[in-house]
C-alpha cells in the first residue's frame, strides 16, 4: 500500500506554483528527489524532518517518480481560515478543505446555480496532459490572444500543482486559469464535477475555448478498458449535453513501442468510439506518407458516431518549437521529444487549429 520513510531535507532543488522539490536524506537508502506542496503541508526548509511516501519512488514510476512529502511533524503547518466546503481527495489522510466555484459560499454560486449551457464553445478533449502545451500551441499560432481555460478532471493527478506546465503556461499568458474538478484540486477554480468546472469556466473566468485532459500520470493496465483516459469519452458527452462543441483530440503516436498506441491509439477509439456517445468533431491530421494514411484509416473507424475533420498541419512544427522556446515549456510525451515522436504533437495541434476555426 504505501512505503512510509522519515528523512531529513538537505535542500531546496527548484519550485514552481504550487510545488517545491527537494533533495532529502533517507536513513540507509541515501538521498531522494522529494516532491511537496505547502499549501497541504508546509514549505520544508533545509533541517526539517519530513514524512515521506516512497512508493511511486520504489515503483520507479516515470511521471510519479517522486517521494511525496506527507508531513513537516516537527512544524505543522497553521490551521486553514479560508471559506470552503468542499471535500477533496476525500477520506484519505491528506483530504483538504477548499472553496468550490459552486458552492453555496462561493461568490459564483448564484451565476452558476441555475447555469445549463455554454453557448456552442468550443471544448478541445485530450487524452493526455502533454497534449495540453501542443493544442495550445495550434490554437493560439491560428488566434493569438484567445483565452484558453483548463479544466482539470481527477483520472491521474490530483494535485494541479504537480504539473509544471500548468504554471509555466500560464506565465507565458498561453493558459488564462484552470478548473480542478471531481477528486482534484489546486487550480484557480474548484468545482464539483466536470459539468460545473466547464460552467465555471465559461461564465466566471471568460473562456473563449477550453481543454479538458487529465493531469499528469494517466493509469493504463493494456487492457481494453482499463484506462483513465476513457473519462476523455466522458468529457465530450459532458461537453455536449451543456450545448458546447467537443472537439475530441486524437492520441497518436509514430514512436511508441507499444503496438496498440501506434497509429491512432486504442485510447481514442475506445473513449471515442464507445464510451463517447455525443456527436464530436475529430480532426484528422494530414500528415501525409503512409503513417498518415495508416493515421486516416484508423480514424475511419470514428466516423459513424463523429465529424471527421482532415486538418493541415502545415507551419505547426515551427509553431511548436516556437511555443516550447517562447513558453519555456517542455513538449515531452511518455519521455519522448519533439523529433522523436513529431506526429503526437502535430495531431494535438491539428485539433487546436481546428477550435481556432470554430471561433
Known amino acids: 500500500m504505501i512505503r512510509w520513510r522519515k528523512g531529513t531535507v538537505e535542500g531546496v532543488r527548484r519550485e514552481w506554483p504550487g510545488a517545491i522539490e527537494l533533495d532529502v536524506a533517507v536513513g540507509g537508502d541515501g538521498a531522494c528527489r522529494a516532491l511537496a506542496y505547502p499549501a497541504l503541508v508546509g ?10 511516501n516512497t512508493t511511486a519512488l520504489a515503483m520507479g514510476l516515470g511521471t510519479g517518480g517522486y517521494a511525496i512529502v506527507v508531513a513537516i511533524p516537527d512544524r505543522l503547518p497553521p490551521d486553514p481560515d479560508g471559506p470552503g466546503h468542499l ?48 493544442i495550445l500551441a495550434g490554437l493560439l499560432a491560428d488566434r493569438p490572444g484567445t483565452r484558453v481555460v483548463y479544466v482539470m478532471p481527477d483520472g491521474g493527478a490530483l494535485p494541479a500543482w504537480f504539473s509544471m506546465s500548468i504554471g509555466q503556461l500560464k506565465g507565458a499568458g498561453a ?66 449535453v451543456l450545448s458546447g462543441r467537443p472537439v475530441a483530440s486524437l492520441r497518436v503516436s509514430e514512436g511508441d513501442l507499444r503496438e496498440r498506441h501506434v497509429g491512432v491509439s486504442h485510447h481514442s477509439l475506445t473513449a471515442y468510439g464507445r464510451v463517447a456517445l455525443a456527436r464530436a468533431d475529430v480532426p484528422v491530421p494530414e500528415l501525409g506518407g503512409t503513417f498518415g494514411t495508416r493515421v486516416a484509416a484508423d480514424a475511419a473507424a470514428l466516423g459513424d458516431r463523429h465529424a471527421l475533420v482532415p486538418v493541415g498541419v502545415e507551419g505547426l512544427e515551427d509553431a511548436l518549437r516556437a511555443a516550447e522556446k517562447e513558453w519555456g515549456v517542455r513538449m515531452s510525451t511518455m519521455g519522448r521529444r519533439l523529433d522523436q515522436d513529431l506526429p503526437y504533437f502535430l495531431t494535438a495541434a491539428a485539433a487546436g487549429r481546428h477550435a481556432a476555426s470554430l471561433l
Open 175 to 240: 493558459l488564462a486559469a484552470t478548473v480542478t474538478t471531481g477528486q482534484a484540486f489546486g487550480g484557480d477554480l474548484e468545482a464539483v464535477t466536470v459539468h460545473t468546472g466547464l460552467l465555471a469556466a465559461r461564465l466566471v473566468l471568460d473562456a473563449e475555448v477550453v481543454v479538458v485532459a487529465q493531469g499528469p500520470g494517466n493509469l493504463g493496465t493494456g487492457t481494453k478498458w482499463g484506462f483513465s483516459g476513457v473519462s476523455a469519452g466522458e468529457a465530450v458527452n459532458a461537453a455536449a
Open 87 to 134: 471535500v477533496k481527495a476525500r477520506y484519505t489522510p491528506l483530504q483538504a478543505t477548499l472553496l468550490g466555484a459552486d458552492e453555496q459560499d462561493s461568490p459564483h454560486h448564484e451565476v452558476l446555480r441555475d447555469a445549463d449551457s455554454l453557448a456552442g464553445l468550443p471544448v478541445i478533449v485530450a487524452d493526455l496532459h502533454s497534449a495540453l502545451p501542443p
Open 43 to 52: 514549505r520544508p526548509e533545509p533541517g526539517d524532518t519530513v514524512l515521506l
